[in-house]
C-alpha cells in the first residue's frame, strides 16, 4: 500500500511539474517572441533576419546540444535523427498547426527559403547514406549555405 501511496505521489508532483514547465515555456515564448520583434524594430532590420539569427540559435541550441551529445557518444543515428526530424517536425507540424490555430500570410520570398531548407535536408541525408558518416568535409558543406542563406537574406531585404 506504501509503494502505491509513493508511486502516486511521485506521478502527480511529475504532472505537477510538467504543468509548471508549459506555463514558463509559454510565457517565456511570449517574452522571447515580443523581445525578437523590438530587436528588429530597434535595429530597423526585417524581422526574418532576427528570425534566421537570434530566435534560431534560441530555439536550436536544445536541439543542437542533443546532436553533439549523441555524437559524441556515438550514436550517430540519434544525432541526425534528430535534426531531420526536428526540421520535417518544425516545417509540417507546427507551421500546420500555428496556421490552423491562426492563417499566416506566407510572403512569395518565404517559398524560397522553405525550398532551399528542404534541399539542404535532402543533402544531409546524401551524406549520411555514403559511406554513412558525416566527416568535416560534408560537415562544412553543410555549414556553408546557412552563411550565404543569411547573406541571401540581408540582401533581399
Not at 557518444?73 to 491562426?102: D, K, M, P, Q
Request: with cysteine.
Amino acid at each position: 500500500m506504501y509503494k502505491l501511496k509513493y508511486e502516486m505521489g511521485k506521478n502527480i508532483n511529475g504532472l505537477y511539474f510538467i504543468i509548471c514547465r508549459i506555463c514558463v515555456v509559454d510565457k517565456g515564448s511570449y517574452f522571447f517572441v515580443d523581445g525578437s520583434s523590438n530587436i528588429a524594430r530597434l535595429l530597423r532590420v526585417p524581422p526574418i533576419l532576427i528570425g534566421v539569427t537570434i530566435v534560431a540559435f534560441g530555439t536550436s541550441s536544445p536541439e543542437a546540444t542533443v546532436s553533439i551529445i549523441a555524437t559524441l557518444e556515438g550514436s550517430a543515428g540519434v544525432a541526425v535523427g534528430n535534426v531531420v526530424g526536428s526540421n520535417i517536425f518544425n516545417i509540417l507540424f507546427v507551421l500546420g498547426v500555428s496556421s490552423a490555430i491562426s492563417p499566416l500570410a506566407v510572403n512569395g520570398k518565404v517559398l524560397i527559403d522553405v525550398v532551399f531548407m528542404i534541399v539542404l535536408t535532402i543533402v544531409l541525408l546524401i551524406f549520411s547514406r555514403t559511406g554513412y558518416k558525416v566527416g568535416k568535409r560534408e560537415g562544412l558543406v553543410l555549414a556553408m549555405p546557412y552563411i550565404i542563406y543569411f547573406v541571401h537574406i540581408i540582401i533581399r531585404n
